[in-house]
Nanobody, 128 residues
Framework: QVQLRESGGGLVQTGGSLRLTCEASDRTFSRGGMAWFRRGPGKEREWVAT????????YYADSVKGRFTISRDNPKNTVYLQMNSLRPEDTAIYFC?????????????????????WGQGTQVTVSS
């Protein structure tokens, strides 16, 4: 069974940056893609960004567009989330997720049910 391991969370001041890393234990998602979700205090888990493994197409939630960048390293089976201009409302547990199946470009997978495997999460705290 594939495993996903996140790292890179921490405490940062408003306006600061962090880079999250998610390592997959194998190439299970090489035909699909990977994503980041987050769950803030007292909130539901929400989609943040997705990257299609083949072609590298990226997709973002409006709340992070222009501030966050998702990228991948194929040989390392690793996905990154570069987070800049962080705000207190970005405080959350960030989860990595993997999707096995290919999808049509216009049908971006943004729901939790679209993904097949999850990491344990990494805490990001942005102080004001």
């Amino acid at each position: 069974q594939v495993q996903l391991r996140e790292s890179g969370g921490g405490l940062v001041q408003t306006g600061g940056s962090l880079r999250l890393t998610c390592e997959a234990s194998d190439r299970t998602f090489s035909r699909g893609g990977m994503a980041w979700f987050r769950r803030g205090p007292g909130k539901e888990r929400e989609w943040v960004a997705t990257i299609r493994w083949s072609g590298g197409n990226t997709y973002y939630a409006d709340s992070v567009k222009g501030r966050f960048t998702i990228s991948r390293d194929n040989p390392k089976n690793t996905v990154y989330l570069q987070m800049n201009s962080l705000r207190p409302e970005d405080t959350a547990i960030y989860f990595c997720a993997g999707k096995v199946r290919y999808w049509i470009l216009s049908n971006v997978p943004t729901g939790e049910a679209d993904y097949d495997a999850w990491g344990q999460g990494t805490q990001v705290t942005v102080s004001s």
